[in-house]
C-alpha cells in the first residue's frame, strides 16, 4: 500500500506526514502546536506539483486531516451533552480523554496496515495461475502412489471401521474367531480380483465385506503391491477417487 511520501515543514516538526500523525497518536508530538491550516496548504502545494492525482493518497491524507482537526476541536471545545444515541459521532470520536483517542487512533491505523497487507496479498495471489488437466487421465509416479494412495485408502477405512463400530454399538454385529490372514496371501487375493476385472476398481471396492484383519491387511498388501508397481494407481480427475488395476496388461 503506497505511503504520503511529501514532507511537511513545520517548526516542530519537519518529516513525512504519516509519520507526524502516527507521533501525534503516540502523544509524542503536542497537537497545540500542530497547525493542521499550514498542513493543508503545504498538501494543495504538493497536490499542485503531481503530473497525475492519486485518489488513494488524496482520501488517506484527508481521514488523517480531519482525524487530527476533530481531535483539536474535541479538546479545545467542552462536549455538549447528548439527547439522544441518533446524535452520536461514531466509536471513533467517543472518548473522555486524549489518552483514550490515541487508542483508538492507533486502532484505526492498525486497521489500515492490516488492510494494506490483504491488498499486497491479493496483487500476488493473482499472479498465480493453476494448470488445468483438460480432462486427461493421471496417472500417479510410483513415488506418488505411495503418498495418494494412503491417504485416499486411509479414509476408507476410517470410513468402514466406522460402519463396523456402528452396528457393534448396536448389538448387531459381533465377531467370531478367523483365520490370520498373512500379507503374502492377501496379496495374492487382490491380484486375482484385479486379474478378473477389466474394469479398474476402488480401494474400498477391494476391501467391502472383509472384518476388521481384512481390512486392515488388505489396505496394507494394496501398498505394498503399489509399492513393487504391480498395480497402477490412477484418477479420472484432478482430487478424485484413486482406482486401480493390475499391471499384467503392460501398464507401468
Keep these: 500500500m503506497e505511503r504520503l511520501s511529501y514532507t511537511i515543514r513545520l517548526p516542530e516538526f519537519e518529516g513525512p506526514f504519516d509519520l507526524l500523525f502516527h507521533l501525534i497518536t503516540k502523544a509524542e508530538v503536542d497537537i497545540w502546536s500542530v497547525s493542521i491550516a499550514e498542513i493543508t496548504d503545504q498538501y494543495l502545494h504538493y497536490l499542485q506539483s503531481m503530473q497525475e ?14 482525524t487530527l482537526l476533530r481531535l483539536k476541536s474535541k479538546l479545545l471545545l467542552p462536549l455538549p451533552p447528548r439527547e439522544s444515541p441518533e446524535e452520536e459521532d461514531g466509536p471513533l470520536f467517543e472518548f ?10 492507533e486502532e484505526y491505523r492498525k486497521f489500515k496496515q492490516a488492510a494494506g497487507w490483504l491488498k499486497q496479498k491479493e496483487t500476488s495471489q493473482q499472479k498465480i495461475f493453476l494448470r488445468s488437466t483438460g480432462g ?12 495418494y494412495t494412503f491417504w485416499e485408502g486411509a479414509q476408507a477405512l476410517q470410513e468402514i471401521m466406522q460402519q463396523h463400530l456402528e452396528k457393534a454399538a448396536a448389538g448387531d454385529y459381533y465377531y467370531k474367531p478367523i483365520e490370520d490372514y498373512s500379507l503374502r496371501d492377501r496379496i495374492k487375493l487382490v491380484l486375482r480380483r484385479l486379474h478378473g476385472q477389466k474394469e479398474p476398481v476402488t480401494f474400498k471396492a477391494l476391501i467391502t465385506g472383509k472384518g476388521p484383519r481384512g481390512l486392515i491387511s488388505t489396505f496394507i498388501a494394496i501398498l505394498e503391491l503399489a509399492r513393487r508397481q504391480k498395480i497402477s494407481l490412477f484418477q479420472d480427475r484432478l482430487f478424485g477417487t484413486i482406482l486401480i488395476s493390475s499391471n499384467r496388461d503392460g501398464r507401468k
Design 53 to 66: 492525482l492519486n485518489l488513494d493518497l488524496a482520501s488517506e491524507f484527508l481521514v488523517m486531516a480531519a
Design 96 to 105: 473522555n480523554s486524549p489518552e483514550e483517542l490515541f487508542l483508538r487512533l
Design 136 to 147: 486427461k487421465k493421471i496417472i500417479l509416479s510410483s513415488r506418488q502412489q505411495s503418498y
